[in-house]
């Protein structure tokens, strides 16, 4: 069973920044495409961001380019999400989810995700 775990969530002012990671418990994790995704309350579960395995192939939500970055380190069977520029609607619980090994990386759908960590959150006061 893959375990994931977010750590990095807390309370900024908005135009500060945080820096997320997701440690997998399983050395399998490099040869997966890796997400995120955020759920604020009352609304449904958004992706954010994915990666794929090696690191080199990046893809973004729409409300986030240019403000987020994911990356990896294979080594230490983690993924990151750096968050710049953070605004209030930013505020969410924040996932990060293991990409099922079906179809291209490249997917926002949440049913392509087949482990999930238990979410950190992510608050940003105005």
């Known amino acids: 069973q893959v375990q994931l775990v977010e750590s990095g969530g807390g309370l900024v002012q908005a135009g500060g920044s945080l820096r997320l990671s997701c440690t997998a418990s399983e050395r399998t994790f490099v040869a997966y495409a890796m997400g995120w995704f955020r759920q604020a309350p009352g609304k449904e579960r958004e992706f954010v961001a994915v990666?794929?395995?090696?690191?080199?192939?990046?893809n973004y939500a729409d409300s986030v380019k240019g403000r987020f970055t994911i990356s990896r380190s294979n080594a230490k069977n983690t993924v990151y999400l750096q968050m710049n520029s953070l605004k209030p609607e930013d505020t969410a619980v924040y996932y990060c989810?293991?990409?099922?090994?079906?179809?291209?990386?490249?997917?926002?759908?949440?049913?392509?995700?087949?482990?999930w960590g238990q979410g950190t959150q992510v608050t940003v006061s105005s």
């Open positions: 990666i794929n395995w090696s690191g080199d192939s990046t």
């Open positions: 989810a293991r990409r099922s090994p079906v179809g291209y990386y490249r997917s926002s759908d949440a049913t392509d995700y087949d482990y």
